[in-house]
């Protein structure tokens, strides 16, 4: 996915439960819904069932390379609005994984805690090389901004054996005046997987945009993340991402956006993201007769 998991994914991590004083109105109340956002190399596809819930969520990439990325995520919810049971089948190249994930969410429908299976397989599908049971918690602050994500991961082989204690791992975001300012994963503190710090553009954001901080820890929380199931997102539009890796690899990336507006509305059409010499256009489509 190259420069395009900026957009998209390059991990946010995972989970434990969110506390409100209060009954507050559900996140998930969009008026507008993404219906596909488009590049030269890339195409992302949304579809909702009849209550306005994302119910698949596709991801091209490089189609007909080598590395090329393709992802197929399905979304169906429990009767009482407790849980969303999550299938996606990511194929990287010649690896293949295989995600099977129930995410609960509390009474206002913020996702508080994931359990899942991935299976890890190689040469497009045929060779099993891992399988992992996980579970995220995520923590919110007051204002509904998601804080904290702990993650554990343990081995297993499908029989009921699952391996004693496994790989935790923590995300940390830190936010100010409604905009995530960092993001920071690690399973030791001193050696950071990723951290990242964000610039926004100056003046007000649009209304309706596309999800530009990154995905929440999978790929396939893209599509909810946007719906509001884990909380608000930011409400600038980013400028700039600066992300340093364990390695000590660092990228920048910048973006810019056409937005439209209306009498009572303000909408993001289009997005350009710059990184090194690479510059992706995007094309975003949404639904505005609901």
């Known amino acids: 996915m190259k420069k395009y998991r900026a957009i998209l994914a390059i991990a946010l991590i995972l989970m434990t439960a969110v506390s409100c004083d209060k009954k507050e109105e559900p996140m998930n109340t969009l008026q507008y819904r ?31 390379t080598d590395w090329a990325t393709a992802i197929k995520s399905t979304y169906e919810y429990e009767d009482g609005g407790n849980a969303i049971f999550i299938k996606s089948d990511e194929n990287n190249g010649a690896e293949c994984r295989v995600f099977r994930e129930t995410l609960y969410l509390n009474q206002d429908g913020i996702a508080v805690r994931a359990e899942g299976t991935v299976a890890i397989y190689k040469d497009n599908g045929e060779l099993l090389i891992m399988m992992k ?16 994500i702990n993650v554990v ?29 960092s993001f920071v994963s690690y399973s030791n503190p001193s050696r950071p997987f990723v951290t990242k710090r964000y610039s926004y553009l100056k003046g007000p954001g649009a209304k309706y945009a596309p999800v530009v901080e990154g995905s929440v820890l999978r790929n396939y929380y893209t599509a909810l993340q946007y719906q509001g199931v884990f909380g608000h997102q930011s409400l600038g539009l980013v400028s700039e991402v600066k992300s340093t890796y364990q390695l000590g690899e660092q990228v920048d990336t910048k973006y810019t956006y056409d937005v439209a507006y209306s009498s009572s509305d303000s909408w993001v059409e289009g997005c350009t993201e710059i990184s090194g010499s690479k510059e992706i256009e995007y094309i975003f489509a949404w639904d505005k007769n609901i």
């Open 34 to 64: 993404l219906s596909w956002i488009y590049s030269e190399d890339s195409v992302e596809l949304f579809e909702y069932n009849s209550g306005g819930r994302v119910s698949s969520w596709e991801y091209n990439y490089g189609s007909g």
């Open 133 to 148: 049971n996980y579970t995220a918690d995520f923590h919110y602050s007051s204002t509904r901004h998601l804080e904290k």
């Open 153 to 181: 991961e343990k081995r297993t082989d499908g029989s009921g054996w699952e391996e004693p204690d496994g790989l935790e791992w923590v995300a940390e975001l830190d936010w100010d005046e409604g905009n995530l300012q």
